[in-house]
């Protein structure tokens, strides 16, 4: 979780433009996918990324309201979390993630089982 946190706090703060932008909502769908791995451990993978995906979604509606930039006037870290303005284009990048974060994640799990099958049978 930590190489995540740093990736996108890296895309935050080092990188600029539209290329920072998207990247960094990749990386935030990434991370609540994991969060959302932790948290419900038990839940399916796809599960997951869709509530990961939701989150997101509803995280960047807020951002509609005046909410988040109020938090963000008294607590200025929170807009590391809920930001502050809405972009359409995040939406998409949301989607991106989490499709990157299940797909990454089944892959890891496939090759887990397979060499745990493998050793099982030596």
């Not at 990736?7 to 990386?27: E, K, N, P, W, Y």
């Not at 996918?33 to 932790?38: E, P, Q």
């Not at 284009?89 to 990157?100: K, M, Q, R, V």
């Given at each position: 979780?930590?190489?995540?946190?740093?990736?996108?706090?890296g895309?935050?703060f080092l990188?600029?433009?539209?290329a920072a932008?998207l990247s960094?909502?990749?990386?935030?769908?990434v991370l609540?996918?994991?969060?959302a791995t932790?948290?419900r451990p038990?839940?399916?993978?796809?599960?997951n990324a869709?509530a990961?995906?939701?989150?997101c979604?509803l995280?960047?509606l807020?951002?509609?309201t005046?909410f988040p930039?109020?938090?963000?006037?008294v607590?200025?870290?929170?807009?590391?979390v809920?930001?502050?303005t809405?972009v359409?284009?995040?939406?998409?990048?949301?989607?991106?993630?989490?499709a990157l974060?299940?797909g990454?994640?089944?892959l890891a799990?496939?090759l887990?089982?397979a060499?745990?099958?493998?050793t099982?049978?030596?």
């Amino acid at each position: 979780m930590l190489p995540v946190i740093a990736l996108g706090l890296g895309a935050r703060f080092l990188g600029s433009g539209l290329a920072a932008d998207l990247s960094g909502g990749v990386i935030y769908a990434v991370l609540i996918y994991v969060l959302a791995t932790l948290l419900r451990p038990r839940a399916g993978q796809a599960a997951n990324a869709v509530a990961a995906l939701v989150f997101c979604v509803l995280i960047e509606l807020l951002q509609l309201t005046a909410f988040p930039t109020s938090l963000a006037a008294v607590f200025p870290p929170v807009r590391l979390v809920l930001g502050t303005t809405f972009v359409p284009l995040d939406l998409l990048a949301y989607a991106i993630g989490s499709a990157l974060a299940l797909g990454l994640d089944l892959l890891a799990g496939g090759l887990l089982r397979a060499r745990r099958a493998r050793t099982a049978t030596d």
